[in-house]
């Protein structure tokens, strides 16, 4: 996948995110200076799936709440091979599923979506890929 179609696919998923879980993504969009999200959507769309089961799960969470107690995605991103996904404030429930779909991430590649993946070392980053997706980036200087 080229840096291009990278970013329109997370553009879009951007958009979808925000209309179907506008509680969740209150701040997506917004820019940072003005209490945003930061860097929106940072993931492959392989995560996609995951970042949707989990969201559907956490806004019905959020829904049970009090206005003034509800909490937003802060920062989604990918480190060490693995998602990882902040909220501005959460509770033992939330941090569990978020827990579990961070863990989930480290065998879904996160460029194709498909499971039995690894986390591949490429000196200066990691990357959960499966087979196929690691062997397209291998001997290329391109940050996978
Ligand atoms: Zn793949």
């Known amino acids: ?6 970013a329109e696919e997370q553009d879009k ?15 997506l969009g917004v820019p940072w ?4 999200m930061i860097s ?3 993931v492959g769309p392989g995560w996609f799936k995951t970042l949707e ?3 559907v799960k956490l806004e019905k969470i959020i829904e049970t709440l009090p ?8 920062q989604i991103k990918e480190k060490f091979g693995v998602l990882r996904f902040y909220l501005d404030i959460s509770n ?3 941090n569990k599923l978020i827990d579990e779909a961070e ?9 194709c979506g498909k499971e039995n993946a690894y986390i591949s070392d490429y000196s200066f980053w990691m990357k959960t890929l499966c087979e196929e997706c690691h062997n397209e980036r291998k001997g290329s200087n391109v940050k996978p």
């Open 67 to 74: 206005e003034d107690k509800q909490p937003s995605a802060f």
């Open 53 to 55: 089961e989990l969201s």
């Open 13 to 27: 998923f951007k958009k979808y995110l925000k209309k179907t879980y506008p509680k969740l993504y209150k701040k």
């Open 40 to 42: 929106g959507i940072g």
């Open 92 to 94: 033992e429930e939330m």
């Open 33 to 36: 200076q003005e209490g945003g």
């Open 1 to 6: 996948m080229k840096w291009k179609e990278l």
């Open 103 to 111: 863990n989930k991430t480290s065998k879904v590649c996160e460029y």
